[in-house]
């Protein structure tokens, strides 16, 4: 099956700064999600993104098909931006039901 | 609009008892519906999934089993609970037009404690 790697595994900020996240996939996609998981487990949908781009207030994200990966940014982070980003996927072959988790970015902001 | 709904929040069960937990979708009709366990260390396990009424899919074999007796509703059960299963619990539900899915949502999920 298809598969996710997310990096990096582990980030710590100060608030205000600005930050990265990568989702790298090994194949074709349908479906493309940014989650967030928040401390208490739930799982907020950020983006629907197979490809191209799209902006939500400080958070952005970019899928290059082609290439294969997608980037989450996070601007000007604040403490509420705390907790584990999930990057899943569909892929086109195989079962068109099944999304697949990356292992996740846990993140950390401090004050 | 759509929401999904998943009870209970939290759930404490001895080794050997019974599971029912329940999952409903609103504001949709003939959804997919999904469940999912995270473990301890962060990672998301597809169990079942269901593209309609009495259809599931066992993506793992293990002690548990899905139903979806009604089209928004979808019941993970267990017979006998063992301390494996312990873990969070997190129904979803997605649309599907052709091959496109167009996102998948989930519910707040149930902490699953066997003790």
């Known amino acids: 099956g298809i598969q996710v790697e997310q990096s990096p595994p582990d980030l710590i900020l100060q608030e205000g700064a600005n930050s990265t996240l990568r989702c790298n996939f090994s194949?074709?996609?349908?479906?493309l999600q940014w989650f967030h998981q928040n401390p208490w487990g739930q799982l907020i949908n950020l983006f629907y993104?197979?490809?191209g781009t799209k902006q939500n207030g400080r958070l952005s994200a970019t899928t290059v098909a082609t290439e294969r990966y997608s980037l989450l940014y996070i601007s000007s982070s604040q403490t509420t931006d705390s907790g584990v980003y999930f990057c899943?996927?569909?892929?086109?072959?195989?079962?068109?039901?099944?999304?697949?988790f990356g292992k996740g970015t846990l993140l950390t902001v401090n004050p | 609009s759509q929401t999904i709904h998943q009870w209970p929040a939290t759930l404490v069960q001895p080794v050997g008892s019974p599971l029912s937990l329940e999952c409903t979708v609103e504001?949709?009709?003939?959804?997919?519906l999904y469940w999912y366990r995270q473990a301890a260390g962060r990672g998301l396990q597809l169990l079942f999934y269901?593209?309609?009424?009495?259809?599931i899919s066992s993506e793992v074999p293990q002690n548990l089993s899905a139903s979806r007796p009604q089209d928004r509703q979808f019941i993970l059960s267990s017979k006998k609970l063992l301390l494996s299963d312990s873990g969070f619990y997190l129904c979803?539900?997605?649309?599907?037009?052709?091959?496109?899915?167009?996102?998948?949502?989930f519910g707040s999920g149930t902490r699953l404690t066997v003790v």
């Open positions: 979803a539900w997605s649309v599907q037009a052709g091959k496109a899915n167009y996102g998948y949502t």
């Open positions: 504001g949709t009709s003939n959804p997919n």
């Open positions: 993104i197979p490809s």
């Open positions: 269901s593209v309609g009424i009495g259809q």
């Open positions: 899943a996927v569909v892929g086109r072959g195989g079962s068109n039901y099944k999304l697949t």
């Open positions: 194949d074709s996609v349908n479906n």
